[in-house]
């Protein structure tokens, strides 16, 4: 389980979460995002856009499977490069 700040100027928005479920659905492993208390399937777009993960939101992502962490490794790149928006 790992929390990240979203920093992106527009925040978890279509393009972002697009990029987010790209990621996820390539890998076995299970995904889940919760922010504010919502828990929703890392692999889902609808899902991701409904957490409406603006800048300066956190977010926390818990994943469970044979390929965690390097899912993990990838997800933290993508997040830490402000899902290369900016």
């Not at 972002?16 to 399937?41: L, P, R």
């Amino acid at each position: 389980m790992q929390s990240f700040k979203i920093k992106n100027k527009l925040g978890l928005h279509a393009r972002a979460a697009a990029s987010f479920v790209k990621i996820t659905s390539h890998y076995k492993s299970d995904v889940d995002v919760e922010k504010d208390g919502q828990i929703i399937n890392g692999k889902s777009i609808m899902g991701v856009l409904m957490l409406a993960a603006a800048k300066g939101s956190t977010i926390t992502i818990s994943i469970r499977g044979e390929d965690c962490d390097d899912l993990m490794r990838e997800l933290e790149q993508l997040i830490k490069k402000n899902f290369n928006e900016d």
